[in-house]
């Protein structure tokens, strides 16, 4: 994420799989978004010198020349975790059917995320409104230009030292990454078309609130003190959540516990382990808004978290089955990134150790032992190592954070808020974003699709011999 505040044709289709929630309850979750419409002001189609004495818009001389070089390129980096970090990530690890469907709805999700970001997402995230939801003062990006004829550039309350649409930009990288993430749990078996109406409702319904929960100054778990830097809680616990309801939702794979799944190509995992590695020093660093110590510090930390992470992983594993894995030591480096992006602005690099070691272990865990427990084909762990990551990482930001960095006295009681707040209110409103979704499309392909493989099935492509 985001700023230092302190104080994703074969057959007839099956009938649709239905889920049992009523409009009853998916009118009480989105009361706060109503409210919020009916309360927030509208965009004014306003000429260009009506809009000069908009709120937002300062002197070009202000914005701080630096400090919008490096967001730019952390919004490249960040960017590159998803396209191509994940699909490879991702691609490396089903089956070769179903690698270019794999690949095919990270790029829809990038895609669908990005229009609905600058249409509603962003306003909804990151501008003034209740302590639940923002306004629509930035629907369709309005207001965010660059008036060069007049010297004068439209900036965010949150970043005032950079232009607004920089800082949007490196936001909608953080959504995109978010939604990507979810991908993992509901690999090789759901229609492509349901997927990306999924991802952009729940970009709307989920993403955007959490998001302003936490990050925007008046979100009501930001009004609690509750520390989140880059995303522990926005992006990885609530992941997390979606994708564990999405995997009870859509049912395990055909064969799933009776046959192996061979993964693809481990290569192609460990060459997105890399991108990721690399592009979360944006996603960390970047997060400090600024080209400063802060965000040195960040970029070190979530270096030594990801090394211990990997370490962490490797020994856990080591003892439970006498080996090393390729695949272990990329997840493990996963794991300690996920649980230092919280806390990455706010511990020193013993902190950061120490949170990889846990990291490493618990997601070990949560992708063994935990998932057995849970019965959930989540296909690629992103609940057992995005959500226990993040959850792990939310806490220890609580217990380690210095208040000599941070600028404020860490709470257990804020961060374990935080932490149920954003788990319940992603595992609820994921189940009632599912069943709208199923209300217009079929979730699931049909087994006799499913065993071909949607490579075929889905997009008529395969990969080459």
Known sequence: ??????????????????????????????????????????????????????????????????????????????????????????????????????????????????????ALGYSLAFTPGSGFIGGLQRLGFSGMEYLGSTGQVAVSHIAPHLPESVFAMFQLTFAIITCALVVGALVERMHFGALLLFAGLWLLLVYAPIAHWVWEPGGWLAQLGALDFAGGAVVHINAGAAALVCAYALGPRSGYGQEPFVPFNLGLTMAGTGLLWVGWFGFNAGSALTADGRAGLALLVTHIAAAAGALSWMGAEWLARKRASLLGLCSGVVAGLVAITPAAGFVTPRGALLIGLVAGVACYWGATALKRRLRADDSLDVFGVHGVGGIVGALLTGALADPAISGVQSSMLAQLIACVAVLGYSLVMTAVVLWITSRFATLRVREGVERVGLDTALHNEQLGH
Do not use: C
């Open 1 to 118: 994420m985001h700023h230092t505040r302190v104080p994703h044709p074969f057959q007839p289709p099956e009938p649709t799989r239905k889920l049992p929630y009523s409009p009853a309850l998916i009118a009480l979750w989105l009361a706060p978004l109503a409210a919020a419409a009916q309360t927030a002001p509208m965009p004014e189609a306003a000429p260009a010198v009506a809009a000069l004495a908009a709120p937002g818009l300062v002197a070009a001389s202000t914005i701080q020349g630096a400090d919008t070089a490096w967001l730019m390129v952390s919004t490249a980096l960040v960017l590159l975790m998803t396209l191509p970090g994940i699909a490879l990530f991702y691609g490396g690890m089903v089956r070769r059917l179903n690698v270019i469907n794999t690949m095919a709805s990270v790029v829809g999700i990038a895609a669908v995320v990005s229009v609905l970001w600058f």
